[in-house]
C-alpha cells in the first residue's frame, strides 16, 4: 500500500537553553536564496512530479495558556499542555492511516508524538515500538535543574520524578525499548542511569569501532526480530558541530551527512517505520543554508528518496 505522510509543525522552543520567539518551522519552509531550497516548494516537487502523497498539516501552534504558562516560569505545566495538543494532533494523524513527521521545536515536543505513538500503537493494539533515538545527548536527564529539552525521555520512561510528572503505564517508553544512536555527551546522572536501566547505547564510541553502516545492520535486525513498529526520534546536534552548528547545544564529533541521510532512509524504509521527529534546528543560527539543505534531505528521505 502506498505510504501517506502528514507534515506536522511543532514550533515550541521554550524549554532548551537557547530559546526562540522565531517559527523554527517557518524557516525549514521558507525558500532561501542560499541554497535555493524550502521544505514547502519540495513537498511540491515530490507531490507533483513524483505522486508522493504528503500533506502539511501547519502547526500545533502555542496557545495563549501555554505562554502564560512560560511567562510564569511554569514550564512543566507549558509542556504537558502542549505536549497533549501536540498529540491529539499526531493521534488524528495515525487514526487516517499516515505517518506523521513532526519537525520541531525543541527535543521536549517528543514527549507529545511519543505518547501519541505509544497511545495508539502500544496501549489500543498491544503492539511493541522500538524508538530510536539519534542525539548527542540522551535527554534522560532525571534531575530537578537543567532544561526540559534535555529530559524528554526521562518524563517517558517515567524517570522524573518532579513536578507531578506521571506518564500512564500503557504509554510509557520502556528503556529496553530505546536505541540511542550517536550520544556523545552524558550528565554523569544520565550516564548511571543508561547502565542501570540497560539501555541500547550505540554510542560515538560503538560507531567508531564497528562502523557506521554495520551499527545500521545491527539495529534494523534488532528491529525486524522483535518489534512491530518503530519511531524516530531525530536531535539535529546529532550530527558532528565542527559543521552542523545551527542549534543551541552543536557538539563535535559526530554524525556526518551521509551516515544521517543512510540511517534516516533506511529506518524508514522499513514497513514497522511509524512517524518520526526532527528537532532542535535552528534556522537563525544557520549562518550559510547547509543544515537547512540537510534537514530538507533528511525528510525527503524519510518520504523514500535518498538523494
Ligand atoms: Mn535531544
Not at 89 to 112: E, W
Request: with cysteine; aromatic share 10%; glycine share 6%.
Amino acid at each position: 500500500m502506498k505510504k501517506g505522510f502528514d507534515i506536522i509543525g511543532a514550533p515550541f522552543n521554550q524549554l532548551g537553553c537557547v530559546t526562540t520567539e522565531q517559527n523554527t518551522v517557518d524557516g525549514l519552509r521558507e525558500m532561501d536564496e542560499r541554497s535555493w531550497v524550502g521544505l514547502t516548494d519540495w513537498v511540491q516537487v515530490r507531490t507533483q512530479r513524483w505522486a508522493s502523497d504528503i500533506v502539511d498539516l501547519g502547526d500545533v501552534v502555542v496557545t495563549a495558556e501555554v505562554k502564560n504558562f512560560i511567562d510564569n516560569g511554569d514550564k512543566d505545566k507549558a509542556l504537558y499542555n502542549y505536549a497533549n495538543d501536540l498529540k491529539s494532533t499526531l493521534l488524528n494523524s495515525y487514526q487516517n492511516n499516515r505517518i506523521p513527521i513532526t519537525i520541531g521545536g525543541d527535543h521536549s515536543i517528543a514527549v507529545g508524538t511519543l505518547q501519541a505513538t505509544m497511545e495508539f500503537y502500544q496501549k489500543e493494539q498491544g503492539k511493541k515500538v522500538a524508538v530510536v533515538w539519534v542525539d548527542a545527548h540522551a535527554d534522560i536527564n532525571n534531575s530537578l535543574d537543567s532544561n526540559l529539552h534535555g529530559k524528554p525521555l526521562a518524563l517517558l520512561m517515567n524517570q522524573y520524578h518532579h513536578n507531578e510528572w506521571n506518564i500512564p503505564t500503557d504509554l510509557e517508553v520502556k528503556p529496553e525499548d530505546v536505541y540511542y544512536i550517536g550520544v556523545r555527551d552524558l550528565m554523569r546522572n544520565e550516564f548511571d542511569l543508561i547502565n542501570e536501566l540497560n539501555i541500547t547505547n550505540y554510542d560515538m564510541p560503538f560507531i567508531e569501532k564497528h562502523g557506521f553502516n554495520t551499527v545500521v545492520e545491527i539495529l534494523i535486525a534488532k528491529l525486524e526480530q522483535d518489534y512491530d513498529h518503530v519511531y524516530l526520534s531525530f536531535d539535529y546536534d546529532a550530527l558532528d558541530g565542527s559543521i552542523f552548528r545551527a542549534c543551541a547545544t552543536p557538539n563535535v564529533g559526530g554524525l556526518t551527512a551521509r551516515e544521517a541521510l543512510h540511517l534516516v532512509h533506511t529506518i524508514s524504509s522499513s514497513p514497522k517505520f511509524v512517524g518520526a521527529d526532527f528537532v532542535e534546528y535552528m534556522p537563525e543560527l544557520d549562518e550559510n543554508g547547509v543544515s537547512k539543505e540537510l534537514m530538507i534531505k533528511l525528510i525527503d528521505a524519510v518520504w523514500g528518496f535518498r538523494a
